[in-house]
């Protein structure tokens, strides 16, 4: 391609790949009988996806995966290039994965706009995690919670809320019950923004969320 | 593999509403400004001059005339800048500048233009004050707070009409607070001037910002009203034209453009945008989950509509339109640089999704009933489809 042409496909410095997708999103809408979902982002940040899989069990393979998007193009182009690279990967393939490549294959992004690609990774983390807690392979536990959480986004800095220091401390009782103490304040807009994208987050396990914020 | 979201954009002329940000020239602004670059090229001469220098100082003054009666005042209370954001950084570190003003505190409102922002900012930051107004969920500054924060201040920044939401703030209320009281009252007249009745005798501004580009004159010129015996000192240094507050060789073309651009803008045009800005908000809220930014009537700009969506995200919705040949802006922190949502919609209390889906539509002279007619199609159109992609759409009816 022609430096011109490549020019006159960019749209608000996305490449015409990136239009593509946004413009013809791959795989998109809901998986009734999905085996997991994962949502990650936050409504506060304008940042969302949510992730629908079904696995073959037998081989740990993601036999179909669907999202759905409330955010940017690069939001939308990401999650769909996303979910075009993993299908019918294992999950230890899919792991390969990176960001970068997601970007890479979207022909780049522009700088401000790469964290949509570390979201959709993201989110496919998340809902690799929450199947292996699923089947019983990994332990519901701190660690475990605290990698969930990093699909959880501060909206005020738009990075997770382990790293904004959000969640200030985690504890898990028998496997079940997960107790967060958080740094917002109790009835504030954060606080109700984190409620609703920490439960969320969770959503489809068989535990008991008890968050804690401060008065 | 699924089926294409939207399908390919037919090829259509640009339907632009985004005359907020700015406009199109109009061709009978070109041609007079072509004169005074081709033919009359020189730049204004003192006193005296030689021939070309005497075209050009004609042409400049007839055009401060022709501005300053626009806004009911004095020829030589107008002063032509590059436009609206240097007209305010005159005024206002014009102002601080001044030895002849001693109260220490600026006040402004959390919905002005950046450049006001900003500037009132750095003064806090070199030893003055400031006090920034919160506004009411439709933009509006509250005269009591206004009222209650007058001690020690020097100047009051107020805007006319809002960029985003357009709310027209009650600027003669404002004035007389101001005037009663010693203060400067500075307003950004940006987006209202040669569309809103600006008269300074009758409200009591002491400085105004006004801009060519959007009443479809150029861009790169605007003025500043200095209202007799107010006492600036410019933060720019030069020669003593624009009675040393903006120096510089002036530009003449774009002033005379400027003036023709006054001209062709009547109060006719204010009306007609008037009744189609209602027409295209009444279609836009038939929206599910839709909601409007800002006043309605008169007390909101003529030209300005903005609509926030639930359960969509703004610069998604702005490219679809671009792809469908409409242009329009956003709010959404996704479409900004800083990826800030806008400090306007925020101050109006509403929740960042509101900000993410907020869309401003604004109309120029020329828009047709044909044109917005098509926005509101188009608009229902992208929002429904971003709807469908959305994992936040089933909450929608639960919740409202």
Redesign the interface.
């Given at each position: 391609m022609t430096a011109t042409s490549e020019t006159s496909a960019r749209?608000?410095g996305y490449s015409e790949k990136v239009m593509d997708h946004?413009?013809?999103?791959?795989?998109?809408?809901v998986l009734e009988d999905a085996d997991v979902t994962a949502?990650v982002g936050s409504?506060?940040?304008?940042?969302?996806?949510?992730l629908y899989l079904k696995f073959d069990p037998d081989h740990d393979q993601i036999k179909d995966i669907r999202f759905?998007?409330?955010?940017?193009?690069?939001?939308?182009a990401t999650s769909s290039m996303m979910t075009e690279m993993v299908k019918g990967k294992t999950i230890d393939d899919a792991r390969k994965v990176t960001f970068k490549e997601i970007a890479e294959q979207l022909g780049g992004l522009p700088r401000?706009k790469l964290h949509c690609a570390v979201l959709s990774r993201q989110g496919l983390e998340a809902a690799f995690l929450k199947y292996e807690a699923k089947r019983g392979r990994v332990k519901i536990d701190e660690s475990f919670v605290n990698k969930v959480l990093r699909g959880v986004l501060d909206?005020v800095e738009?990075v997770d809320v382990i790293s904004a220091k959000i969640v200030e401390s985690v504890a898990v009782e028998q496997g079940k019950r997960v107790i967060m103490q958080l740094s917002a304040k109790a009835g504030s807009?954060l606080a109700k923004?984190l409620t609703d994208d920490i439960h969320d987050a969770f959503e489809g396990l068989d535990i008991e969320l008890n968050l804690k914020f401060k008065d | 593999?699924?089926q294409?979201?939207?399908p390919?954009p037919q090829t259509q002329k640009l339907v632009y509403l985004d005359n907020a940000q700015t406009t199109r020239l109009d061709p009978a602004v070109l041609d007079v400004m072509k004169q005074f670059m081709m033919e009359n090229y020189g730049v204004p001469g003192g006193e005296f001059g030689y021939r070309l220098e005497e075209e050009a100082r004609e042409a400049v003054e007839q055009a401060r005339e022709t501005i300053a009666r626009r806004i009911n005042a004095s020829p030589q209370e107008i002063i032509f800048t590059s436009g609206g954001t240097e007209s305010n950084n005159i005024a206002i570190f014009g102002a601080a500048n001044s030895n002849y003003y001693k109260a220490k505190r600026f006040v402004t409102s959390k919905i002005e233009h950046t450049s006001v922002l900003r500037i009132i900012d750095k003064l806090s930051r070199q030893g003055f004050q400031k006090t920034l107004l919160d506004v009411d969920q439709q933009g509006f500054v509250n005269t009591a707070d206004l009222k209650a924060a007058i001690e020690d201040v020097r100047m009051v920044s107020v805007q006319h009409a809002n960029q985003e939401i357009g709310t027209l703030q009650d600027v003669a209320a404002i004035g007389e607070i101001c005037r009663n009281n010693g203060i400067l009252f500075h307003c950004d007249a940006v987006q209202s001037f040669a569309k809103e009745k600006i008269d300074v005798q009758s409200a009591k501004f002491d400085l105004v910002s006004i801009s060519s580009h959007l009443i479809h004159g150029p861009k790169g010129v605007g003025a500043l009203y200095v209202r007799e015996g107010v006492k600036l000192q410019s933060p720019l240094e030069g020669d003593d034209r624009e009675r040393g507050l903006r120096p510089g060789t002036p530009n003449v073309a774009g002033i005379v453009g400027f003036a023709k651009a006054v001209e062709l803008m009547t109060h006719e045009h204010a009306l007609r945008m008037s009744g189609l800005r209602d027409e295209l908000i009444g279609a836009l809220l038939t929206i599910s989950d839709s909601r409007l930014n800002g006043p309605t009537g008169e007390r909101r700009l003529c030209n300005n509509a903005n609509i926030s969506f639930g359960?969509?995200?703004?610069?998604?919705i702005l490219?679809?339109l671009?792809?469908r040949g409409l242009v329009v802006n956003t709010g959404?922190?996704?479409?900004s640089?800083k990826?800030e949502?806008s400090h306007v919609i925020r101050a109006l209390g509403g929740?960042?999704?509101e900000s993410?889906g907020s869309i401003r539509l604004s109309l120029s002279k020329w828009t047709t009933k044909e044109e917005l007619a098509y926005a509101a199609e188009t608009v229902k159109e992208v929002v429904d489809k971003l709807r469908e992609?959305?994992?936040?759409r089933r909450k929608v009816p639960a919740q409202r």
């Open positions: 749209k608000f946004f413009k013809n999103p791959r795989n998109i809408g949502k409504v506060a940040c304008g940042d969302l996806i949510k759905e998007s409330y955010g940017c193009a690069a939001n939308i401000i909206p738009g807009e923004s | 593999m699924s294409p979201l939207v390919e359960a969509v995200e703004g610069e998604a490219m679809h671009d792809l959404s922190a996704c479409y640089q990826l949502p929740t960042l999704e993410h992609l959305s994992p936040l």
